[in-house]
């Protein structure tokens, strides 16, 4: 809610580049995945369920009195439905609790955007500039092996892509801050100038929590995680193509693809490399 305050008290009517990359990360931001979330309080009310059972059995079991000389201590019934109920008002409250918050965050954000003239169900209906290099790529790759239906004609209407475009997979052909990119850049842009006439499905709070397609803010952990995603997209595709065995890649990847597959390959390991010792870090 910090940067929503912030963002709240910007004066301008429109804003650059940064201030919007803001606005849309936080946006993003309140669309956390809704069944992750559920999933997460359900187990936090579970946990507290075991926790409150083992409590009321050790405390019957130590103040509690037998019936019968040397048996155990019998637990009320009802003791255990009340950790039950309470666990799971836990879990429900504690969802619903953040459930309203992030509907709240979303609509704020969203009025930020709409008052700086951007629409926030359409981030791409001004182009990709809010997007990184990056993430474009992440999302592209995710395209590729789309099964044709909804939600590759959403990515297509959406970020321009198409199946003739010069992205490939097996080698990646493209990458960050290269001239190649910012070609493919432009050639996505102007598929979306050529399908403007096409309506576009709008991103709300349920798709985004779901899909990931909001542009988030380039940060540096951020571009190592969409970079691993798309560069282990390529090596799974090359996997497939030309041996899992990828000491024996130099006698059957094409020749000039050979250099960009290594690139690819040892760019991934890096990666998990680096993640891991962030994880471990933190």
């Not at 709240?8 to 201030?19: A, H, P």
């Not at 009802?78 to 504690?94: D, I, N, S």
């Not at 991103?203 to 995680?225: A, F, N, Q, S, Y």
């Amino acid at each position: 809610m910090g940067i929503l305050v912030v963002m709240e008290k910007l004066r301008t009517e429109s804003f650059g580049l940064e201030e919007e990359r803001v606005a849309w990360e936080g946006l993003a931001a309140s669309c956390a995945g809704p069944i992750r979330r559920a999933g997460a309080f359900l187990l936090v009310g579970f946990v507290f369920f075991v926790a409150a059972t083992t409590a009321v059995v050790l405390f019957y079991n130590l103040f509690g009195s037998s019936y019968v000389e040397g048996a155990g201590v019998t637990v009320p019934q009802g003791a255990f439905y009340a950790t039950m109920l309470l666990g799971l008002a836990l879990a429900v409250g504690g969802y619903l609790v953040w459930l309203f918050k992030s509907l709240r965050s979303f609509r704020g954000f969203r009025r930020v955007l709409l008052r700086g003239g951007i629409d926030p169900k359409r981030p791409t209906s001004g182009g990709l500039k809010a997007y990184s290099d990056e993430q474009l790529l992440e999302l592209r790759s995710r395209y590729e092996r789309m099964p044709v239906g909804g939600l590759r004609d959403r990515f297509e209407r959406t970020f321009g892509f198409h199946k003739g475009d010069s992205f490939s997979l097996g080698p990646l052909s493209v990458m960050p801050g290269t001239f190649e990119m910012g070609s493919l850049r432009m050639e996505w842009e102007t598929q979306g100038i050529l399908r403007s006439g096409e309506p576009m499905q709008p991103i709300g709070w349920w798709t985004e929590g779901r899909r990931r397609l909001l542009p988030r803010k380039p940060d540096e952990v951020r571009k190592l995680v969409y970079t691993l995603r798309y560069t282990d997209a390529s090596v799974r595709e090359l996997k497939r193509r030309y041996g899992y065995r990828t000491e024996r890649w130099y006698a059957t990847v094409p020749e000039g693809k050979l250099f960009d597959a290594v690139r690819d390959l040892e760019t991934s390991q890096r990666i998990h490399v680096a993640l891991g010792r962030r994880s471990l870090v933190s």
